[in-house]
C-alpha cells in the first residue's frame, strides 16, 4: 500500500493523467483563473497620452509663470514706491551640515495706504529686529516688495518663454504624428 495514498503526484516519473497522457509541467507554473491578455498597443496609447497630458500641463504651467514674472517686474518698475518696512523676525537657517547658519529669512510690516500688510523681506542678511529696510513695493500689489537693486537689474523680457513654446512644439509635433499614424493605421484597417 502506498504511503500517500490519497493524493496523486502528477510530477513523479512515470506519471499519467487520468486520460492516460503524460502531464505538461507547463501548466504546473501558470496562474489560477482567467488568462491575462496584453494589449500592447493599448498601453503604449495610455502612455503616450499621459506623457502629452504631463507636457501640456508642464506647458502651461511654464507660460503662466513667466507671464506672472514679467507682470511682477513690470509692476514694480511702474509701480514700485518706497516703503519703510519693520524687521519682526529674523530666523536663521541651518547649512549642509546643519551646524552653521547659512541665510536669514526675515519678515516685516509696513503701512501703504491707510493699510498694514506683512512681507517677507528679501535678502539673506541677518537684521536686527525693530530696524527698518526700504523695499520698492508696488501700489498694484502691496505684498509684492523688492530691493531697489533688484528691481534696477530685472527685465521683463520674452526669454521666459523660450523653453514653453520648445516644449509645445515638441507636444505639437508629438500629437500630430499620433494623429497621422493612427490615421493611416485606420486607412490600413479598412
Known amino acids: 500500500m502506498p504511503i500517500n495514498s490519497g493524493s496523486h503526484d502528477s510530477s513523479a516519473i512515470g506519471a499519467t493523467g487520468d486520460d492516460g497522457s503524460q502531464p505538461s509541467r507547463q501548466n504546473d507554473t501558470g496562474l489560477r483563473g482567467a488568462p ?4 500592447s498597443h493599448r498601453v503604449k496609447r495610455i502612455v503616450t497620452t499621459v506623457f502629452a497630458i504631463a507636457l501640456a500641463v508642464l506647458v502651461v504651467t511654464l507660460f503662466a509663470t513667466g507671464v506672472r514674472q514679467n507682470s511682477q517686474i513690470s509692476s514694480l518698475k511702474n509701480h514700485g514706491v518706497l516703503v519703510n518696512v519693520k524687521v519682526v523676525t529674523c530666523v536663521g537657517e541651518l547649512g549642509g551640515s546643519g551646524s552653521n547658519v547659512s541665510a536669514y529669512n526675515c519678515a516685516g510690516t ?5 493699510h498694514s500688510y ?6 539673506s542678511a541677518f537684521r536686527t529686529i525693530g530696524s527698518t529696510v526700504q ?10 516688495v523688492a530691493t531697489r ?3 534696477r537689474n530685472e527685465h521683463a523680457s520674452v526669454k521666459v518663454f523660450i523653453l514653453p513654446t520648445l516644449l ?7 500629437v500630430t504624428a499620433t494623429v497621422v499614424r493612427r490615421r ?3 486607412s490600413k484597417a479598412l
Open 149 to 151: 537693486s533688484n528691481v
Open 135 to 144: 523695499l520698492l513695493a508696488a501700489t498694484t500689489n502691496p505684498r509684492l
Open 36 to 39: 491575462v491578455e496584453f494589449d
Open 184 to 186: 493611416r493605421e485606420l
Open 118 to 123: 506683512d512681507v517677507t523681506i528679501a535678502g
Open 168 to 174: 509645445l512644439v515638441v507636444l505639437l509635433a508629438a
Open 110 to 114: 509696513f503701512d501703504l495706504g491707510g
